[in-house]
């Protein structure tokens, strides 16, 4: 098993942001915005993947300068976006001390076939999957967490609802399969052979499972953590609502209490509204992140 | 069983808090996740996960917990890892944060460097050869008279006892070894 030493400090970082919410921010006032409303990380991208959707063009890593400004402004862990296949992205940003890296299909993708070799690094990154083969093969490239993709900058949860039903599922029907079954759900899954065993005999992923995509209420925060998912990504939600602290906030607090109704009500109620949403089934095909990545 | 008796939370509030309640239950203790005041009230002792101190702080005031949290101290026994060592201390650095104060020791937060930095070591200890996992880790820069200094790493302490209280600055949650939790219980039930 790929449980070496490297490997566990990464999947370590990962366990201590469990049962948080990792918030997306552009600047360092976000970043602060963010810390101060009790989000146990941040990340880092050039704009928000409402933005990125509306303005169109090629999405890149952010600017160094305000990646920089981001870690000396909040004490919690930085984590950047790179894009995908883009090894020397990652490179600058392993160089530049974020502590993790998103190779993510929310930016535009560098590589239409491949992924980055995670292993070699000594940063931890997190990779998005719509199921469990996908899932599977990012962490036999060396992610050290997954997070389900959804369909970013929608405002809309259908899509992260969709592929975080779909792994739970798939991981329930792998426990039920006897041994010599397994190789041919490895085959049909397109997944390494060895993690289909790891998850058989466990009955979970060998790196925490997150949800990322979509995410625009507390109750949204809520179902997707009663789905299982263990943190959950906000992005566009936060900085496209009138009141971002308190947008936040409330999101924090029904991630925090997601099976306590009572709770997510009082989240609820502490806000507005959440921000306007896209119908995922009027995105033209090749407008939809969620395809990138393979 | 040792442990039958008494109730032990695992703060909750985000972090390795699983972790911690798999090595205490595969000890034989009876657990609950402490995420509001009236499960802390239930708890005879508490275990305070690694995580982010700072988010942890913030949610700790949100939901006016921190001063009954430092009033439970006060009586009941606390083991924090990493975050949690962080708030258990008496005073905080780099940057300065507001602590439970519960044990007589200065931490110094991400003293090591960022998560690049963190390692997995070998250590010398009064609990016999250990595994430490250290992530983002803290150093504890000073101890006063009363902390009793069970393993350094680098010439700093990393896990501390003072009293009824235990603090480490690594994650032993994060390794199969259950001695350090084993020893917070000897704690709790002597």
Known sequence: MILNEAFRTKIGLAEMLKGGVIMDVTNAEQALIAEKAGAVAVMALIRVPSDIRKEGGVARMSPISVIREIQHTVSIPVMAKARIGHFAEAQVLEALKVDFIDESEVLTPADEENHIDKHPFAVPFVCGCRNLGEALRRIGEGAAMIRTKGEAGTGNVVEAVRHMRTIMRELRQLTTLRSDELMVFAKNHQAPFELIEYCHNHGKLPVPNFSAGGIATPADAALMMQLGAETVFVGSGIYKSPEPEQFAKAIVKATLHYNDPAKVLEACEELPDGMPGLDVRQIKQEELMAGRGW | ?190
């Open chain 2, 1 to 190: 069983m040792a442990g039958n008796e008494k109730l032990y939370g695992v703060l909750a509030l985000q972090g390795d808090y699983e972790k911690h309640q798999q090595s205490l239950t595969h000890l034989g203790a009876r657990t609950i996740f402490v995420k509001t005041l009236d499960e802390l009230s239930r708890v005879h002792a508490l275990v305070i996960p690694g995580g982010e101190s700072t988010t942890m702080l913030r949610l700790l005031d949100y939901y006016g917990m921190f001063d009954i949290l430092r009033k439970f101290g006060a009586q009941k026994p606390i083991f924090g890892t990493c975050a949690g060592a962080i708030l258990m201390a008496r005073t905080v650095s780099s940057p300065a944060q507001k602590s439970l104060d519960l044990m007589d020791m200065d931490v110094e937060r991400n003293a090591y460097g960022r998560q690049v930095d963190s390692r997995i070591v070998r250590l010398d200890s009064a609990l016999g050869d250990l595994e430490a996992v250290f992530i983002r880790a803290p150093i504890i820069r000073r101890t006063g008279p009363g902390v009793e200094v069970l393993a350094s790493y680098l010439g700093d302490a990393v896990l501390v006892r003072q009293g009824r209280h235990l603090a480490a600055s690594f994650h032993p949650e994060l390794t199969g070894d259950t001695r350090v939790h084993q020893y917070f219980m000897d704690i709790v039930e002597a």
